[in-house]
């Protein structure tokens, strides 16, 4: 397994502003992956983290919203820009250790509140 | 389209209780099927991973079985600990989509 740290774990925001989330692993990995979990709703993904290239974004999911940082191989950033009520959400950074077993390991989750 | 599909929403059981949770899916080229487990406030963890029909795999008091178009999550005489939300999702050849998951609480 791994430890995959996430900060804030939780934080209200105000309409408008910008929050940066982060999200530490305890070893190397090639592919990182940020998910949005809302209420009652499955996961979806938002986008892969590459290590020096630009993040891959699902659909429904534009940079300008969210935009992602990857410097390193155990680390990364999502910004959730320009928040409103609707971005009330759990954002999860996830990671596989061995891309060929599909597993999934996920951080703590950072819980959200917009006003 | 790729879909996953699980039931019951949700589920109570009283300690000792035996039952399985459903879940459905269609997917283009399943690569894997999965089991999480996610407790309030923390991010999912994994359980299981099924790779074909048939197979098998358990862990303590739960068994995940796959067939090739659902799996289900059998838990045999469940503790108030395992009171959780468990989540299945798949991984095809373009997507890995999750369910939106069983909440399970065991009542002591």
């Known amino acids: 397994s791994a430890v995959i740290s996430q900060k804030p774990s939780r934080d209200i925001c105000q309409r408008g502003t910008s929050l940066t989330i982060q999200c530490q692993v305890d070893?190397?990995?090639?592919?990182m992956f940020w998910y949005r979990q809302q209420p009652g709703q499955s996961l979806t993904l938002i986008a892969t983290?590459?290590?020096?290239?630009?993040?891959?974004?699902e659909s429904g999911f534009v940079i300008d919203k969210f935009p992602i940082s990857r410097p390193n191989l155990t680390f990364s950033t999502l910004t959730v820009s320009n928040m409103s009520p609707e971005d009330s959400s759990i954002y999860l950074c996830?990671?596989?250790?061995?891309?060929?077993?599909?597993?999934?390991?996920f951080g703590e989750g950072s819980r959200l509140t917009v006003l | 389209e790729d879909q996953v599909t699980q039931s019951p929403e949700a589920l109570r059981l009283q300690e000792g209780e035996s039952s399985s949770l459903n879940c459905s899916y269609t997917?283009?080229?399943?690569?894997?099927l999965f089991w999480y487990r996610q407790d309030p406030g923390k991010g999912p963890e994994f359980l299981f991973t099924?790779?074909?029909a048939g197979e098998e795999k358990e862990k303590e008091r739960l068994k995940a079985t796959l067939t090739k178009k659902e799996s289900f999550l059998h838990i045999t005489a469940p503790k108030p600990e395992d009171s959780a939300t468990y989540l299945c999702a798949v991984q095809g050849t373009y997507k890995y989509i999750f369910g939106t998951g069983t909440r399970l609480k065991v009542l002591a």
């Open positions: 983290a590459n290590q020096g290239s630009e993040a891959t974004y």
């Open positions: 997917v283009s080229g399943l690569r894997g």
């Open positions: 099924l790779y074909s």
């Open positions: 996830s990671v596989f250790l061995d891309p060929n077993t599909g597993e999934l390991f």
């Open positions: 070893s190397q990995v090639t592919m």
